[in-house]
Structures are given as C-alpha cells and as structure tokens.
C-alpha cells in the first residue's frame, strides 16, 4: 500500500494503523482478523481526490475497485442522489466485476483518500479471500435493494 509522505516515521506508522483500524471496522472486512486485512490492504494503492473530483461516471469503462479511508462521496445514478459514502465503504465493484462498464457516477464531496485495487485486482483478490468474497455480495445485494426501492419501477 502507497501512502502518502507524512512528516516523519512516527507519524507514517499511525497513519498505516489508522487506515488498517478503518478497515477492520468496515463491514467487507467483517469476520477477519487484522493480519488478513493488512494483507489485503497491502495490494491497494492510494489515492487522494479533491472535493468534486468525479470518480467514476455512469456508463464509462472502469478497471479499477475503491474503499474510501476518509471523507465523504455521493453517489448518483441517472444524474439523481442515491448513496452517500463514508471511510470503510467501497465502490466500483459492479463495473470490475461486471461487463466493465460502471452503474453509477461516484463524485468526492469533501476531500478524499481510498485506496485503489487497479486492473481488474478484485477477481483474484475474492478467489484468495472467500470471508472478504462473502461480504462482498452481502453488501453488494443490500445496495441492490435498497435501489430497488428508491426508484420508480417499470412496466
């Protein structure tokens, strides 16, 4: 995992369990135990995106998987507001996992920082972890349900 420089050791070491607590708290990591996250973690990236940055946009290609660490990010579909996001929450599975396309658009509404899974990482991540693979889905058909509910159905 990149992270960004801090100041000095002592501050870089806070900042990797800072992240790592935000993750073991998270509901995709429920179930494992810290090392297994760290290990996960350790095949991220990380990136910072300023307040209104678009992440990912509606109907473009996309490659790459993202759990926010810090900040907020909205989430719409079809230019409406269906999701707010929060550190420990995760994007841009359905286009890496799917037909490459992505189902929604993800903006930063305040500064961000995620980490990245790049390429098409996700596949071979949830084949190695199946704790992470099974929350994954969990989470993945929650939010597919609570769609469902927010908008207007067609005949």
Do not use: Y
Request: glycine share 8%; net charge negative; with cysteine.
């Amino acid at each position: 995992m990149r992270i960004l420089e801090p100041e000095g050791p002592t501050e870089r070491a806070r900042l990797d369990e800072a992240v790592l607590d935000t993750l073991c708290a998270a509901p995709l990591f429920a179930g494992m135990d810290r090392r297994e996250v760290r290990e996960v973690a350790g095949r991220f990236d990380e990136e910072s995106f300023n307040a209104g940055h678009r992440i990912t946009l509606e109907g473009m290609r996309g490659a790459d998987f993202f759990i926010i660490t810090s900040g907020i990010a909205e989430v719409s579909l079809d230019r409406r507001w269906v999701a707010t996001l929060r550190a420990g929450d995760f994007f841009g599975e359905l286009g890496v996992l799917g037909n490459g396309l992505r189902f929604a658009t993800v903006s930063a509404e305040t500064p961000l920082r995620c980490l990245v899974l790049p390429n098409h990482g996700l596949e071979e991540l949830i084949l190695h972890h199946p704790t992470l693979s099974r929350n994954l889905l969990r989470e993945v058909v929650a939010r597919l349900q609570d769609l469902a509910t927010k908008r207007p159905h067609r005949a």
